[in-house]
C-alpha cells in the first residue's frame, strides 16, 4: 500500500514541475546579453549589488495563498432525545493552510553581460 501511496505522491508532485521549460528556455537566452537587456525584459531589479567585480541582478515575487478549510465530520452532542438530536455540534471541517509563496531570479554578470542565473524559493 505505502508503494502505490509513494508513486501516487510523485504523479502529483511531477505535475508541478517548476521552472517550466519556456521560463528555463527564457533565463538562458538572457545568457551573454548586456545588463541593459536584462532590465529592458525583467524591469529594474529589486536588488543589486557589485562585489569581486561581478554584479548580481536580483527579482523577487512574493504571495501569500490559502487553502482549506478541508473537509471534515462531526457529531452532535449528548442532548434532548439523545446523541445528536438537540445538542452539540455538526462538523464543518478544520482550518485551512496560508502558505508564503516566493521565488528570487538572480543573474550574475561580469564585464557587463550576464554570465548566469539562479533561482531560489519554494515558487519557481
Known amino acids: 500500500m505505502r508503494k502505490y501511496l509513494s508513486l501516487g505522491a510523485l504523479a502529483v508532485l511531477g505535475g508541478c514541475a517548476y521552472p517550466s ?42 504571495r501569500i495563498d490559502s487553502f482549506g478549510p478541508y473537509p471534515g465530520w462531526g457529531y452532535g452532542g449528548f442532548g434532548y432525545g439523545g446523541w445528536g438530536r438537540w445538542g452539540g455540534f455538526y462538523g464543518a471541517g478544520w482550518g485551512g493552510d496560508v502558505v508564503q509563496e516566493q521565488c528570487t531570479t538572480t543573474f550574475e554578470l561580469a564585464n557587463g553581460l550576464v554570465q548566469s542565473w539562479k533561482l531560489k524559493g519554494n515558487d519557481c
Open 21 to 62: 521549460p519556456q521560463h528555463i528556455q527564457a533565463l538562458n537566452s538572457m545568457v551573454g546579453k548586456p545588463e541593459v537587456e536584462v532590465v529592458r525584459t525583467y524591469g529594474v531589479p529589486n536588488r543589486t549589488i557589485d562585489t569581486s567585480g561581478h554584479r548580481f541582478l536580483a527579482y523577487s515575487e512574493s
